[in-house]
């Protein structure tokens, strides 16, 4: 089953949406049936949104709500945001099938009252999706993604040689794809810090685009980080190897933590300036999230 979720900023409720979605009850008939299905997010005009479907999950289990009875929570996995904002109305009209069918387009608004969770069609959903990932399954995109010939295999290649509306009808398999969901989130990261590592401030792009930085998840997917901008950096081969080991972090200002006693001495010159505050995205609402960053560090100061 395939569903909508709608998110609203500042709307009160208690969500995380990587992680939880908090809704009324009088949704959980809905949502029960998505359990185990997958959803998109989208964002309404009200409270700022940006009139887009954002992102996509999966629906893992729902809960009761221990502190306000007449709630419930959604618990998420598998959270990918989408490569841009995916506008409610294209070219042919709005993508959901029920919305297209309203006969005044001014009453598309009064006819999603109350429906702030709904299943759609399963042709809705992979049409949707796979226009929030058209610039990671471009062509044009392939080398600069590490998604070429030279660093795919050939079932992952095949997915990427597909026509579009073939490969809306296997989107479960590319959402599953590890290197397709990789590449997704290195364009983000990497566009966020404008190819640049953060730590060394370094920016070489390549052929292709390719950046030669890095996208470095703060909190380990292993560990159950999501793919985010806010869970990433951009960093240099050998400073992402260091990252990964937790032997350097940051500070809550995002200043550089190194563990000197391990870092090798040749490598030290990279954190010269070290009481400096790394490089940064321009748009703040992408820099590192600082509960991201708490948790990498607490595993770095395990290894002081």
Known sequence: ?????????????????????????????????????????????????????????????????????????????????????????????????????VWDPSRVGASLQGKSIRTIPDSDFAAIVRAGLSETLAADNAIRLELDPNHVDSSTQELLDLPAPEQERRIEQILLNRKIREASFRRKVCDAFDSRCAITRLRIVNGGGKSEAQAAHIWSVADGGPDVVRNGLALSATVHWLFDRHLISLTDDYRILVSHNKVPSELRTLFAKQMDRIHLPEDERLWPHPAYIARHREKFSGLA
């Open 1 to 101: 089953m395939r569903g909508i979720f709608d998110t609203k900023r500042d709307s009160g409720y208690r969500d995380d949406i990587a992680f939880r979605y908090h809704f009324p009850k009088q949704y959980r008939a809905v949502a029960d049936t998505l359990v185990g299905g997958r959803i998109i997010y989208r964002e309404p005009q009200r409270n700022g949104g940006r009139r887009a479907y954002v992102a996509t999950a999966k629906v893992v289990a729902i809960e009761d709500d221990p502190v306000s009875p007449g709630h419930a929570y959604a618990l998420m996995a598998e959270y990918r945001e989408f490569d841009e904002p995916v506008p409610f109305v294209r070219d042919i009209g709005y993508w959901e099938t029920a919305l297209r069918s």
